[in-house]
């Protein structure tokens, strides 16, 4: 069954540009859930190994790789940037989110998710980190990611 997936506006909307949408209204469709996602690899040590942890000074910088990240495990899932309804966003500095909305905006498009982005003193999954992103998507079918999960597993064998 193809997704039905459309944003919804107070019927008084402003005619001003938004990084986000007031509210998406899911009709059909398969959710997936992500983890928060940092600028640091997806598959790290446990404990925590420091040089896993070289990460970039820059928001900008740090918000390349955990878009990377993100594209790559929507990808693993079956999913794509488009497929994203909602995000929760983890900034170490609210003073930076200018320069985070410009990278998102650079793989988004037009494509409006909601958002919350909240200003927390620390991130747990390493000091050097500046930013967290957890984020929902939707997607066509509920077997797409299984099935291509399914497929590279057994190409990597």
Known sequence: MPRDVRPVHHPDKRDVEMPYAPALLVRRGSLLFLSGLT????????PHREEEFDLPPHMREQAVL????LKTTLVAAGCTLADVVSAT??????????DLNAVW???LGAHRPTT?????????THANC????SVIAVTD???KGSKRKAAVQKRKR
């Open 39 to 46: 600028a640091a690899p997806v598959y790290h040590s446990h």
């Open 116 to 124: 919350t982005t909240v200003e927390v003193s620390r991130l747990a």
């Open 141 to 143: 079918d509920a077997g």
């Open 105 to 107: 905006a650079s793989y």
């Open 66 to 69: 955990l878009m990377e990240n």
């Open 89 to 98: 966003r983890y900034l170490t500095d609210v003073a930076e989110q200018d």
């Open 130 to 133: 500046k930013i967290e992103i």
